[in-house]
């Protein structure tokens, strides 16, 4: 975890340089000899807890956020710091996920007897959770108590989602057991709520059911997110007729779904692959006036993907971006991939521009599938204007130009393949071993192998070691030439480059010493060259 020096303003010394100012009081007679310099400039000459807050909030360097919070309250003239001034850096810090100085800041805190609320604590209860520390939100919640702060069920059901994402459906019952007798919070509907969650997450749905049945018996009317919580642990259960009673129930009682429990209630006919009910479902929440969200888009689009249906998962994401939702890139790419694996690889390539016309994000795992496939149809060309098309608007990744440095070394075009190297150098993008290896292929592949050889020195220079079947490849392309220098050269390279292994080994007996009609003597001088 990274360190704050928390207690260290930056200060500027007249006759001393080695006084730490966390030991020395404001009011000290001391400081009379010192400039205490502010963290930033211009520092305000005059500095309220609101400006303050501002300052701490707009500032993107948690060193100086630290440093301008602990100036302010030990340095400026007349300052002191306020519960939202501790909040503002609290929540800052725990954000970032530093929560070192948090405990530190929280210690002082306590000790300043400022008067707290609850929020500050919920703000490191959800942050504990989110960074996956569920033991430190339930600490958290504990010592809520010591600061002179009533717990309340706000608190309380944060803490319960906290341990439900973190897998803690143990603990999300225990906390709701003894909510009243230990920590004097009466649950409410979101709590009972919670709970059911947790149950359901546990496959355990008779009890999240007798919580149901039994939340009027503690005052609380079950509402339309109880139902649907409970019929989505069905769903998961692939309990697709309890799904559809716990449905009708939610009609029965006069409420109308809204697109999260018609969502739900799809996704568990997708997932049985029952797209002819999820798409019914679906036809029945938008005649009964509810609109579809990007989540139910999503489903509806993955399904339709998983069953290769391209047609329908196309017709719906054009119908998704007509009510303006934005499709994430993951979900674009598995549209393009079953349009391109159905040879309709030029109606994947217009949806990436209608999609880039929309200003969706389109990433280079899409661009890359993309390329693969038009690589595979022989349309190089059309797969280098992608690139560019691309390039105005962000940088291809690796893999997307080994994709396409692939793709042209397949086809023979190593002119093409060499002005993209170049390219892809200009961009600061690194080759790796597998760019190397695919254009000492392509070379082979030609009959010049002997550049291969250039590449391969390049290759060793650069860190990148070849496998098997570079190695393989470029021997056998040198012998068609009847090159055994050239061979000989790729032996010690190999042998130099200290990436000999047993497979290294098999090729060079198989390849070299059975073929070459000197391949005693080579064995011989490469042996001696290389020893020692």
């Known amino acids: 975890m990274r360190r704050f020096q928390l207690l260290r303003p930056i200060t500027t010394a007249r006759p001393f340089s080695t006084v730490d100012f966390s030991t020395v009081d404001s009011s000290s007679p001391l400081l009379q000899y010192y400039t205490v310099t502010p963290p930033i ?10 400006r303050l807050v501002s300052m701490i909030t707009r500032q993107q360097n948690l060193d100086l956020a630290i440093q301008i919070f602990l100036y302010a309250g030990k340095y400026h003239p007349g300052f002191s710091h306020n519960y939202y001034t501790y909040f503002s850096i609290i929540e800052k810090l725990s954000r970032a996920r530093a929560f070192e100085p948090v405990e530190s800041l929280l210690s002082q805190l306590r000790d300043s007897q400022i008067k707290c609320g609850e929020n500050i604590f919920i703000t490191i209860i959800r942050n504990y959770s989110l960074s996956g520390r569920p033991n430190l939100a339930v600490k958290t919640f504990l010592r809520i108590g010591d600061f002179g702060v009533q717990r309340s069920v706000k608190s309380l059901n944060t803490l319960l989602n906290g341990l439900i994402q973190n897998k803690r459906y143990d603990l999300v019952h225990f906390m709701f057991k003894n909510s009243k007798t230990k920590f004097n919070i009466v649950p409410n509907v979101c709590t009972c709520n919670i709970l059911i969650k947790a149950l359901c997450k546990r496959n355990d749905i008779e009890n999240a059911r007798k919580v149901l049945d039994e939340m009027p018996g503690m005052g609380m009317v079950p509402n339309l997110v109880t139902y649907t919580t409970i019929l989505g642990g069905y769903v998961a259960r692939g309990d697709m007729g309890s799904a559809k009673k716990v449905f009708s129930e939610i009609l029965d009682r006069g409420w109308v779904p809204d697109a999260t429990t018609y969502t739900v209630l799809m996704n568990g006919y997708c997932r049985l692959g029952r797209l002819v009910d999820a798409v019914k479902v679906m036809d029945d929440m938008e005649e009964n006036g509810v609109e579809p969200n990007e989540v139910t888009y999503g489903v509806m689009i993955e399904a339709f993907c998983k069953e ?11 119908d998704m971006l007509e009510r303006k939702y934005m499709p994430s890139p993951a979900l674009c790419c598995k549209v393009m991939d079953v349009l391109c694996e159905e040879g309709k690889v030029e109606d994947a390539c217009e949806l990436w521009r209608r999609l880039l016309k929309n200003n969706c994000i389109l990433d280079n795992a899409i661009l890359s599938t993309l390329i693969h496939w038009l690589c595979k149809k022989g349309n190089v060309l059309e797969a280098r204007k992608l690139v560019d098309e691309y390039e105005k608007g962000s940088v291809p990744s690796l893999l997307t130009y080994n994709t396409l440095i692939a793709g042209m070394c397949e086809r023979g075009e190593l002119g093409e393949a060499g002005k993209l190297w170049d390219d892809m150098v200009e961009k600061h993008c690194r080759p790796n071993a597998f760019t190397y290896s695919i254009l000492i292929k392509g070379f082979c592949k030609i009959g010049s192998a002997v550049e291969g050889v250039r590449i391969l020195e390049e290759m060793l220079a650069k860190g990148c070691l070849p496998n098997k079947t570079t190695y393989t490849e470029l021997i056998q392309g040198l012998q068609r030439l009847g090159k055994e220098v050239e061979v000989e050269k790729v032996v010690s390279l190999a042998m130099s480059s200290g990436g000999v292994d047993r497979d290294f080994w098999d090729i060079f007996i198989k390849e070299v010493l059975g073929k070459l009609d000197s391949g005693k003597d ?10 020692g």
Request: net charge positive; aromatic share 6%.
């Open 308 to 318: 290769k249906k391209s047609g329908e998962a196309g017709n719906m994401l054009d």
């Open 522 to 531: 080579v064995l011989d001088r490469l042996l001696l060259e290389n020893t």
């Open 41 to 50: 400039k211009p520092w305000p000459e005059r500095l309220y807890p609101r």
